[in-house]
Every structure is written in structure tokens, then in C-alpha cells.
């Protein structure tokens, strides 16, 4: 069965300190992933996606992530954490098995929520 | 350029009620997608349409429906409600293969 998971339900970091979010995931052939980002009571915000190419994916606010093949993950990171970081941030796999354009039905991790103190 | 609209922002029903929420996909998308995010859960994938037709669907009971206008809004539909319905009901839209744009969402209370 495709899954992802985030093995962390929340991140302490301080504010300059790099941080780094974990997402592995499970699926079938080459994945599709993508990390967004939700403020309370918004919706989600895309953030950053790997699709093919270069392991390290860079994204929106200086987010990048590191896909790795070998060790099924796609953890995202920031080299200085902003106390404005804090969120909730979802890891998220392209449902590749009844998927029928690519970026939809997506499957969610259940989320890791980064504080940022000052 | 307005984003994803949803509407109601909020709204409270009773077990066996129905309910109808709104979604008006970004200017120039033409794909949307429903999920739902119970409390401390990610969002789950319920249903997409594009082209007025439901294109794929999620795990979910026929008592979640759907719809697509021809200006590509759409309309999800929950019969004979339950208490585990309640959730915040996200919108998403997308065009030609590209990212998801999210909506602020529905919050919806079954009491």
C-alpha cells in the first residue's frame, strides 16, 4: 500500500538554527512528492515538489528537500529557521497507483508541527 | 487574481442532515479536487473532477458526492450525516498537470 509518513509530530528549533522536517514514504515505481505548509486556519500552501532530476529540490521561504531513493525519504530542511516557520507541515505522495493527472490525489502524512522559538 | 474561494466558512448541522460546500477553482484551473482533514489528520484525498465528470475518487461512501459547473466551479455534496463527517473540507485546483492550489476550507460540526 503507498503511504508516507512523518515520524515527528512536532520540531522545536530555535530561530537561526537549521531545522529539518522527516517525510518517507512508500510507493510503487518512481514517486511523486511534494511538501506543503499550513498556517492556522488557512489551507494548505505549496511549498516545494520532486518530480525527476536533482536530489536536492529547492522551494518557496529558502525550503529545500533531499529526495533519497535508497532510504525512501524526502526530508525537508531550512539552513536558518524563522520564528514565521512555525506551522504545520505536510509531506505528501502522488497516488500513483489510481492517479490520473499528476499533482492530484494526493496521500498526506499526518502532519509535523515546527515551533520556532525566538 | 483571486485564489481558491470556499464557502461556508463554517457551518454546524445535525446527524442525518445534508450539506452542500462550495469551491470556486483559481482563474484559469480547470481541475478540482476535494479532501477532507479530520482534527490532527492530514487532509484525504474524496473526489476530483474535471471536465463536469468525476475523474478519480478516494475511499469514501456514496454518500459523498459531487459536481462541476461548466465555469469549473464545483460543489461537494454529503448525505445522511454522521458525527465522524465532521472535518474541514478543503478544495483544491489545479490545471495541466500543475501544483495543487488550496482553499481556506469548510469547517463543518456534526452535533
Known amino acids: 500500500a503507498q503511504s508516507v509518513a512523518q515520524p515527528e509530530d512536532q520540531v522545536n528549533v530555535a530561530e537561526g538554527n537549521p531545522l529539518t522536517v522527516k517525510c518517507t514514504y512508500s510507493v510503487s515505481g518512481n514517486p511523486y512528492l511534494f511538501w506543503y505548509v499550513q498556517y492556522p486556519n488557512r489551507g494548505l500552501q505549496f511549498l516545494l515538489k520532486y518530480i525527476t532530476g536533482d536530489n536536492l529540490v529547492k522551494g518557496s521561504y529558502g525550503f529545500e528537500a533531499e529526495f533519497n531513493k535508497s532510504q525512501t525519504s524526502f526530508h525537508l530542511k531550512k539552513p536558518s529557521a524563522l520564528v514565521s516557520d512555525s506551522a504545520l507541515y505536510f509531506c505528501a505522495v502522488r497516488d500513483m497507483v489510481s492517479s490520473w493527472q499528476a499533482g492530484t490525489a494526493l496521500i498526506f502524512g499526518k502532519g509535523t508541527t515546527l515551533s520556532v522559538s525566538s | ?111
Do not use: M
Open chain 2, 1 to 111: 487574481d483571486a485564489g481558491v474561494t470556499q464557502s461556508p466558512t463554517h457551518l454546524i448541522k445535525t446527524r442525518g442532515q445534508q450539506v452542500t460546500l462550495r469551491c470556486s477553482p483559481k482563474s484559469g484551473h480547470d481541475t478540482v479536487s476535494w479532501y477532507q482533514q479530520a482534527l490532527g489528520q492530514g487532509p484525504q484525498f474524496i473526489f476530483q473532477y474535471y471536465e463536469e465528470e468525476e475523474r478519480q475518487r478516494g475511499n469514501f461512501p456514496d454518500r459523498f458526492s459531487g459536481h462541476q459547473f461548466p465555469n469549473y466551479s464545483s460543489e461537494l455534496n454529503v448525505n445522511a450525516l454522521l458525527l465522524g463527517d465532521s472535518a474541514l473540507y478543503l478544495c483544491a485546483s489545479s490545471f495541466d498537470r500543475g501544483e495543487l492550489f488550496f482553499g481556506e476550507g469548510s469547517r463543518l460540526t456534526v452535533l
